[in-house]
């Protein structure tokens, strides 16, 4: 994280004024009749519920500035928790009224009016959709490009009849001006759908990059360098992470995030070092030089201080503390190489989980760089022949405090990443230890 207490409290103030305000347009100038106290209350629900909603749309909007201050994984989850109460929410404002009045129950009924009916009744399947296929992707076996797309048009049909539904009732919105406003903050919401889906893949194809080399790293991890075609390349920070898609068009469903493992001195040519996983890793040791390739981005805040650099006046950090594990060493390539190449004299510990020593990514590169920066190496291997005198095991709370530096933990900056249950049990030792959260910077690569 990076953001200062009173920058969280604006962006909070920020989003819940944008999601009251529907419930507010409504409430503006001249009002109807009150009417039951419920029927106020469930339709005040459904307004705020379509403000939430629309907010969706803003979270998932790959903002840069937004992105590299909250990081994607917070902004991801907080969408995908949020995205539950925006269900809650527009499934109570009908649940409610039916309860309250059960003569509402005839916009859902086909005889009094068949579209309405239909619309309002697939609206509320939409939203069960959305909250099931998210919840339970992989058990229902949805590939993820596919789950994305269904998640696009089921949010943009639901919004969509949000907004012809409030302009039919037109309780609260029968003003011309106050239906004009509705339309816009509907479309601003839809808008950024397109932005996402549709403008931003057409600035991508003024900027490719072009498959330069493939290497195997180790078994089932490989190295894809691109160069930029008619550009300067990508100006990133080190630590921070691309959308990837192949071949000629960037409107491809195959989009994926690597972070980036090369020097951020060298925007010219960029690297990615892919673990095999499923069907597009899996595919990248067979991609041939010269394919066309677009990097969108970069995105991401688990980059660590500039040298000499503190956070909203605190002082710097006195150095930086990586925790990886396997193809999670990635994005601490970058900053170490960035070091290297930036004469970066920060004490770093690092300290990398790996399978077996023939599978410990980069350990030779590793053992260079600790020689040309002020760097602590601990390799903590899964299986290690007799004759290793390291760490063996997991990265265990033991492993660390027998590594972490002795003096002042809480003034470094720490790097987790990782398998899961190493990230959640390094973070919650961090914590124990007095380290932070401010100075714990966790990257993800299970995000969905
Ligand atoms: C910020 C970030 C940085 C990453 N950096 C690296 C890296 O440097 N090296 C590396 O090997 N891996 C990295 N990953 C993971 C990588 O994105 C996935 O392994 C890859 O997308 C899997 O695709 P697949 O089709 O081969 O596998 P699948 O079997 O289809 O998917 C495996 C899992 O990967 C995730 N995933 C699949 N497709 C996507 C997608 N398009 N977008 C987001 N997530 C997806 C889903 O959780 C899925 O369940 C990173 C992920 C994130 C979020």
């Not at 943009?156 to 001006?177: D, N």
């Not at 194809?205 to 330069?212: L, Y």
């Not at 650099?309 to 150095?319: K, Y």
């Not at 599978?359 to 760097?375: C, K, P, Q």
């Amino acid at each position: 994280m990076r953001f200062s207490f009173r920058q969280a409290v604006g962006m909070v103030l920020g989003y819940l004024l944008l999601a009251a305000a529907p419930l507010l347009l409504a409430y503006l100038g001249p009002l109807p009749e009150p009417r039951p106290f419920w029927v106020e209350f469930g339709v005040g629900l459904g307004f705020v519920g379509m403000g939430v909603l629309g907010l969706q749309f803003l979270l998932t909007g790959r903002f840069r500035n937004v992105a590299s201050s909250v990081g994607l994984d917070l902004m991801l989850q907080f969408h995908r928790e949020v995205g539950i109460v925006a269900f809650l929410l527009i499934l109570a404002h009908p649940v409610i009224l039916f309860a309250t009045d059960p003569t509402y129950l005839e916009f859902l009924d086909p005889r009094v009016n068949l579209p309405r009916a239909l619309a309002l009744s697939s609206v509320l399947a939409a939203l069960v959709l959305l909250v099931v296929t998210t919840l339970w992707r992989q058990e229902l076996k949805i590939s993820y490009e596919w789950w994305r797309t269904g998640h696009g048009v089921l949010a943009l049909f639901v919004i969509l009849i949000g907004l012809v539904h409030g302009l039919q009732v037109g309780h609260y919105l029968s003003p011309v001006w106050k239906q004009v406003i509705w339309v816009v903050l509907t479309l601003a919401a839809v808008g950024l759908l397109l932005k996402n889906r549709v403008i931003r893949p057409l600035r991508l194809k003024k900027r490719p990059f072009q498959v330069v080399e493939v290497r195997e790293e180790s078994p089932g991890v490989w190295t894809l360098a691109l160069e930029p075609r008619g550009h300067g390349g990508v100006d990133f920070r080190p630590g921070q992470f691309v959308w990837l898609t192949l071949g000629s068009s960037p409107f491809s469903l195959q989009q994926h995030p690597f972070s980036i493992s090369s020097s951020a001195e060298e925007p010219g040519r960029v690297e990615l070092t892919i673990a095999e996983l499923g069907d597009f890793t899996s595919g990248i040791s067979s991609v041939p030089s010269g394919t066309t390739a677009f990097l969108e981005g970069p995105y991401g805040a688990f980059v660590p201080e500039e040298a000499e650099e503190g956070e909203d006046g605190e002082p710097g950090a006195a150095g930086a503390v990586f925790i990886v594990g396997g193809v999670g060493i990635t994005p601490v390539m970058s900053m170490l190489r960035t070091f290297r190449d930036r004469g970066d004299s920060r004490p770093i510990v690092l300290v990398h989980g790996a399978p077996s020593e023939d599978r410990a990514l980069f350990r030779d590169e590793v053992e260079a760089l600790s020689g040309m920066l002020d760097f602590k190496t601990v390799h903590v291997l899964e299986e290690a022949p007799d004759s290793w005198e390291g760490e063996r095991g997991l990265v265990t709370p033991e492993v660390l405090d027998r590594h972490l530096p002795e003096d002042g933990l809480a003034e470094w900056e720490y790097f987790v990443c990782g398998p899961p249950p190493m990230m959640d049990a390094v973070e919650q030792h961090l914590r124990s230890r007095g380290v932070p959260a401010s100075r714990i910077f966790s990257e993800r690569f299970n995000i969905v």
